[in-house]
């Protein structure tokens, strides 16, 4: 595998950003449009207001609602693995098992958002991510305090306590960057407007098995 490019951000817990690459990037795009009018819509098992949100990989064990499946091929399941797994080692987690539960297409157009929320898989530890595919060339205007820009933004709301804690961030989005933070860490994405482009982001959930007592010291 080749070597990582990283850079964690810490709010209580770590959100840490990847390059994405150019290969791996460009492969997903191509799926995703190439399958599109055989992928399954994802929109009943996620809470976002988003009209087009597609499957590319489930593999659970909940098959109500959607059956096991996957069009990507194994380097690019590989990939997302390395990833996670880093995360983990990074975080100095020890003795841990990982599952691959789903990956999934959000094509937002204007005035469409995605609420706060949290992720799950199977289980209810895991890790959870963003990856940025396409973005518009504009997000609209900004109707307040148009100095901070909101529109479309993606936010992470973290726990952290104290004086000089930071508690939110919403990083900057560039093409081929993946966030990748714990299921419970609360976030949202905030609608645009004034162009009929998408934003197009994926997600990928891993479920994680661990010892929360072995793991609760800092080392």
């Not at 460009?26 to 087009?52: C, D, F, H, M, R």
């Not at 691959?100 to 157009?109: A, C, D, Y």
């Not at 396409?134 to 307040?144: D, F, I, R, V």
């Not at 714990?182 to 891993?206: Q, S």
Request: proline content about 5%; hydrophobic content about 30%.
């Amino acid at each position: 595998m080749d070597t990582l490019n990283f850079k964690p951000t810490f709010l209580g817990q770590c959100i840490i950003k990847y390059q994405v690459p150019l290969d791996i990037f460009t492969s997903i795009n191509q799926i995703y449009e190439q399958n599109y009018n055989n992928l399954a819509p994802a929109n009943s098992q996620l809470v976002g207001k988003i009209e087009k949100e597609h499957s590319l990989f489930y593999h659970g064990e909940d098959q109500t609602k959607m059956k096991n499946h996957n069009f990507l091929p194994k380097n690019v399941t590989d990939y997302f693995m390395q990833v996670f797994n880093h995360y983990l080692n990074f975080n100095n987690i020890r003795d841990y098992k990982t599952h691959l539960n789903s990956i999934w297409v959000n094509e937002m157009k204007q005035h469409e958002y995605n609420p706060n929320h949290v992720h799950r898989g199977m289980l209810y530890t895991g890790l959870s991510s963003v990856m940025i595919l396409k973005l518009p060339s504009t997000y609209g205007k900004e109707y307040s305090a148009g100095h901070i820009q909101q529109n479309g933004r993606l936010q992470i709301l973290g726990a952290a306590n104290g004086q000089f804690a930071k508690i939110d961030y919403q990083p900057p989005m560039n093409l081929r960057d993946f966030y990748v933070f714990p299921y419970d860490m609360r976030h949202c994405v905030y609608p645009f407007n004034g162009t009929d482009e998408t934003r197009r982001t994926l997600a990928a959930n891993c479920d994680v098995e661990f010892d929360p007592i072995k793991n609760r010291g800092a080392t």
